[in-house]
């Protein structure tokens, strides 16, 4: 089976600074794709951005990029220039197929202070 | 595009009764539905997955008695929790898959139902 593993429950940084969140995978699959989501307070989950395992470039959208370390089975987020919008809990998640079930991890709560 | 609208948001109910969430897929054919607890702070845990026109496949540890699952149109999904309780309190959310504008899959989730059982 699958698992995602997030090892940070909180983390904060001052605005306009960069923050990494780190998740960690397991499975035996070549094929698959990794995701992060967004879960403000209003508890809506947002897509902030995908990676295809196929390939080997990092994905980035805007002031969201990942680290994907296929053979470490790591893919983490940073998140360039934190706005207070940014503040939410952020979940990494596993799915081997591009709309497909997810597999969630415990989720990082990310505080944004002035 | 892709919107999933989710009802009731909110919802008390009493011990005993049952409750009934709604999904819509508002702009495209969602042909599979996903249906996700969350406890309070905790991360999104997968029911169920329906198909539409097809019986729902359960995760392990789901109860498909107390959880009844509908899928009955490409753009309608239920889930029922039937005699509910105070440990079924939870919040609910559903995802969608279907084709978009663009031909491809996308997955949308709906803005999730607060069950709240007293």
């Known amino acids: 089976a699958q698992t995602v593993t997030q090892s940070q429950p909180e983390m904060s940084v001052q605005e306009a600074e960069t923050v990494t969140l780190s998740c960690t995978y397991d499975?035996?699959?070549?094929?698959?794709?990794l995701f992060w989501y967004k879960q403000p307070p209003s508890r809506q989950m947002i897509l902030v951005i995908r990676?295809?395992?196929?390939?080997?470039q990092n994905a980035t959208e805007n002031r969201f990029s990942v680290n994907f370390q296929k053979a470490a089975k790591s893919f983490s987020l940073k998140i360039s220039d934190s706005q207070l919008g940014d503040a939410a809990m952020y979940f990494c998640a596993y799915s081997t197929g591009t709309a497909s079930k997810l597999t969630f991890g415990t989720g990082t709560r990310l505080q944004v202070t002035l | 595009g892709a919107v999933v609208s989710q009802h009731p948001s909110w919802v008390i109910c009493k011990s005993g009764t049952s409750v009934k969430i709604e999904c819509r897929s508002l702009?495209?054919?969602?042909?599979?539905m996903f249906w996700y607890r969350q406890f309070p702070k905790q991360s999104l845990m997968l029911m169920a997955t329906?198909?539409?026109?097809?019986?729902?496949?359960?995760e392990q540890g789901v109860e498909k008695d107390k959880f009844l699952i509908n899928h009955a149109s490409l753009t309608l999904s239920t889930l029922t929790v039937t005699s509910a309780h105070p440990e079924d309190s939870s919040f609910y959310i559903c995802?969608?898959?279907?084709?978009?504008?663009?031909?491809?899959?996308?997955?949308?989730f709906g803005a999730g139902s607060r069950l709240t059982v007293l």
């Open positions: 990676q295809e395992a196929y390939k080997q």
């Open positions: 995802s969608a898959r279907g084709r978009g504008l663009s031909g491809a899959n996308v997955l949308t």
């Open positions: 329906s198909n539409e026109g097809s019986k729902a496949t359960y």
């Open positions: 499975t035996s699959e070549s094929d698959y794709y």
């Open positions: 702009d495209f054919q969602a042909t599979t």
